[in-house]
């Protein structure tokens, strides 16, 4: 096993984000070890809300939009473009892609920024603002007339679709941004999950399109950059679960509880 899985034992309880879809050596290294791994991101009431990843799909969906304004600026490689624009002056054009706890936090940064808003999601129930269904045909027209495309689809548990192509950001004009929230689950958006996350101390990388380049965006811990307000946000969601857990025990714990059961990975 790799040197970063040394600590790992039978019987230790990880309870934290493990993301496994996109980490089959992790997986296989939690299974050999036989680590009982319960992933935040898969506790999921029987509604199918997720209480341990919305405090921070909360957090990446409204920085999505706040580093989405700055990649815009000439300074990051941007098209040099006012999110909200100026009396007279056309406003950036928005496309969020999933109508989720990031995709919504993502639309209320970006309406109050005063842009203009399109999201798209499979559930049309979810659909508010300026919305399409999702499909191919309806992604492509919107990927190609954004200034800001935000990904930020989710399966739990799963390796997200790639649902927007090579083919698509292509189109997009040259000094447009994208951000693909959803990079830990190997993103929704092909160039991004293709080149895979990026980090803190260089978030971002160019894509060439016609005429120039599109700046991309595909930091895996996008919380990470407001620890403190992150750190507060995660401990009053994840704490009743870990004191049960300490209490109890993972067995007792996990019976007593559908949704906690529901985090149990390995």
């Known amino acids: 096993l790799a040197p970063e899985y040394a600590l790992f034992h039978e019987g230790l309880i990880l309870y934290t984000y493990l993301h496994l879809a996109p980490e089959p050596a992790l997986t296989k290294a939690l299974l050999e070890k036989k680590v009982i791994g319960i992933a935040y991101e898969t506790v999921q009431f029987d509604n199918g ?3 341990l990843l919305a405090p921070m799909s909360e957090v990446a969906g409204r920085m999505a939009t706040q580093v989405g304004a700055q ?5 990051e490689g941007g098209m040099g473009l006012l999110m909200g624009g100026t009396a007279g002056v056309q406003a ?6 999933g109508a989720g706890t990031v995709g919504l936090s993502a639309a209320k940064v970006a309406m109050g ?5 399109t999201i798209l999601d499979s559930n049309l129930f979810r659909l508010r603002i300026q919305t399409l269904a999702s499909n191919a045909f309806n992604i492509a027209a919107a990927t190609k007339d954004a200034d800001l495309l935000v990904g930020s689809v989710l399966i739990p548990g799963a390796l997200t679709p790639k649902l927007v192509t090579e083919a698509m950001v292509k189109t997009m004009k040259p000094g ?6 959803a990079i830990d689950q190997g993103g929704c958006i092909e160039p991004t999950a293709k080149h895979g996350a990026t980090y803190h101390d260089k978030p971002t990388f160019k894509y060439p399109v016609n005429g120039g380049e599109v700046v991309c965006y595909s930091v895996g811990n996008m919380p990470g950059a407001v620890a403190r307000t992150s750190t507060f946000t995660l401990t009053n969601a994840t704490m009743p679960y870990m004191v049960d857990l300490a209490n109890k025990g993972w067995k007792k714990a996990c019976q007593d509880d559908k949704a906690l059961a529901r985090g149990i990975n390995t």
């Open 49 to 51: 809300f997720l209480p």
């Open 71 to 75: 990649m815009l600026t000439k300074i």
């Open 92 to 97: 950036a054009h928005v496309v969020i892609l």
């Open 113 to 117: 920024m005063g842009a203009r808003v």
């Open 176 to 181: 447009s941004a994208i951000v693909d929230v």
